[in-house]
């Protein structure tokens, strides 16, 4: 499987951004997307997951209330609709798919389960 991330760029904080993550297969032959964030200098953390049995969702706790994940099966397209960034939102932002059953908190905390990943789009926020 083959996930391409676009609409990253730069925002003034308090903007919005939706990042797509373009897949070459359905989601729904997966268990689990997320989206995962790396900022310089620190690990890769988990932000958002969806988990496509039951359409079960989870959020990092810096980022509930602001950003969305949702998934277009008919597309093949996972997107992170992100409001009221902040400067600390700042990272290459990747996503992940995961054929393994697994639960809400380790969507968001196990990246080693996730085998097939995008290439990451920056998302700057000043």
């Known amino acids: 499987v083959q996930l391409v991330e676009s609409g990253g760029g730069s925002v003034q904080a308090g903007g919005s951004l939706r990042l797509s993550c373009a897949a070459s297969?359905?989601?729904?032959?997966?268990?689990?997307m997320s989206w995962f964030r790396q900022a310089p200098g620190k690990e890769r953390e988990g932000v958002a997951a969806i988990l496509l049995r039951g359409d079960d969702t989870a959020y990092a706790d810096a980022v509930k209330g602001r950003f969305t994940i949702s998934e277009d099966d008919a597309n093949y397209t996972m997107y992170l609709q992100m409001n009221k960034l902040k400067p600390e939102d700042t990272a290459m932002y990747y996503c992940g798919a995961s054929r393994v059953i697994m639960t809400p908190t380790q969507a968001l905390t196990t990246s080693s389960l996730f085998r097939f990943w995008g290439q990451g789009t920056q998302v700057t926020v000043s």
């Open positions: 297969k359905s989601p729904s032959t997966h268990n689990c």
